[in-house]
């Protein structure tokens, strides 16, 4: 989940522990407020970096999944 204050380009990007990019998202305009991302994509057990960018704002957040 994320909020945006105003009006912005959105694109999500994951890569991998080595840097290598296994997910890239459309980038899309979306309006200020709530929002959720839902991505499909099967991706293996480990740790992920998931880099949101909104406009001129860089969020990176780590993802780790264990099925």
């Given amino acids: 989940h994320y909020t945006l204050p105003d ?3 959105v ?3 994951i890569t991998n522990a080595l ?3 296994v997910y ?3 980038t899309t305009k979306q309006p200020s407020g709530q929002h ?3 991505i499909n ?3 293996p ?3 992920y970096n998931v880099v949101l960018k909104t406009g001129n704002i860089i969020t990176n957040k ?3 999944i264990n099925k």
């Fill in 36 to 38: 959720k991302k839902e």
């Fill in 41 to 43: 994509a099967d991706l």
């Fill in 62 to 64: 780590k993802l780790i």
């Fill in 24 to 26: 890239t998202s459309e």
């Fill in 11 to 13: 694109s999500v990007k």
């Fill in 45 to 47: 057990n480990g740790m």
């Fill in 7 to 9: 009006n912005s380009e």
């Fill in 19 to 21: 840097g290598g990019e």
